[in-house]
């Protein structure tokens, strides 16, 4: 079985030099005990990428997560070891995303349905209704049909928009979407962000990144469960043939979606899906007016097994959903947007 690394939280007081439990292990390379506090305190990441705490904490102050961190790329850490955020905002949703059918229509692998509401809902009302959708579901009380999830036609997933003023006088969008329900259409998902008033921005093309992570359980040809048997990281480079609408209004990302696969023999169902991408961007005008910097950051869905191309999306600000699709691509293809907008003082 392949060797998972835990993250340890920087708060941690005391952690040992080498710590295995079970089938996940970590390196801490110091000397133990261990305080947050120790000058020689560093944590070795997924990637085999030695941090040490002052770049750890210029990670967090830009907005990374502690998962980033842990599943961040050699390119990534490079680019962002030693820069600080002097400011950051950060807008959290929690989206229950209803399918629609026509009446009389019933959810099935075949039918599609008319539309999508998006209800937003409070932290503590997501926690509750995923847990009650998975008891159901462990109870083979939903069907295995529907649009986005195979359970009925509901999904909920965890939206975040951080923005962050940089110490090298940049800004920084960073957009992640956190399935709590994983989704049973998995084609090419889109994630993003756009800046308010484009004119007054360049972006950064050099300097963006984004992650695909996901965990799975496993079971075997005998019936056996494995829980988080195994997890992985699908990196996307500053250089992606991913990346789309290279224009200065913003930057969007088109993902994969990782589905279910066989790996050590065993059958792998996802029970962990997370975006995120993120990109730097600096004034084009100093003649700027407004006394707050403003970005979108969106994501949105494909629910059908369509062939999209990957060109064919762009993005804009405005009162319009930020995600637009050209070039022969079917709007019908993809779900309501879902977007939140985070801002910060110039």
Request: charged share 20%; hydrophobic share 30%; with cysteine.
């Amino acid at each position: 079985m392949k060797l998972k690394k835990v993250l340890v939280s920087i708060s941690s007081i005391i952690i040992c030099c080498s710590l295995f439990i079970g089938n996940f292990g970590i390196t801490v390379s110091a000397a133990s005990p261990l305080t947050k506090d120790d000058p020689n305190w560093s944590y070795v990441n997924d990637n085999g990428i030695e941090i040490n705490e002052e770049q750890y904490k210029n990670l967090i102050s830009q907005g990374f997560e502690p998962i980033d961190i842990q599943i961040m790329s050699q390119e990534a850490f490079d680019l962002n070891k030693d820069i600080q955020a002097t400011e950051v905002s950060e807008t959290v949703k929690y989206i229950k995303t209803t399918a629609v059918y026509d009446k009389g229509t019933v959810a099935s692998s075949s039918a599609q349905p008319t539309t999508f509401v998006n209800t937003e809902l409070t932290e503590e009302e997501a926690n509750k209704e995923v847990k009650e959708f998975k008891k159901l579901q462990s109870q083979g009380g939903i069907s295995t049909f529907g649009t986005e999830t195979g359970v009925d036609s509901t999904s909920y997933k965890k939206l975040t928009v951080t923005i962050s003023k940089l110490s090298t006088g940049r800004y920084r969008s960073n957009t992640t979407l956190n399935w709590l329900t994983i989704p049973k259409t998995r084609k090419m998902d889109v994630i993003g962000a756009s800046i308010r008033y484009p004119d007054f921005w360049n972006v950064d093309h050099s300097k963006r990144g984004g992650t695909q992570y996901y965990k799975s359980d496993a079971y075997d040809s005998y019936g056996n469960y494995f829980p988080n048997y195994d997890s992985d990281t699908i990196q996307y480079s500053a250089s992606s043939g991913n990346w789309v609408n290279n224009s200065f209004s913003g930057a969007a990302l088109v993902q994969n979606l990782k589905d279910d696969y066989k790996y050590g023999g065993k059958y792998c169902n996802l029970v962990n899906l997370r975006h995120n991408s993120w990109f730097d961007f600096t004034f084009a005008n100093k003649n700027y007016d407004y006394s707050t910097v403003n970005i979108k950051g969106a994501f949105t869905h494909q629910i059908t097994s369509e062939v999209i191309s990957i060109d064919g999306f762009t993005f804009e600000y405005g009162k319009v959903p930020s995600i637009q699709f050209k070039m022969g691509n079917k709007g019908d293809s993809y779900d309501n947007e879902l977007n939140a907008i985070a801002y910060i003082n110039k």
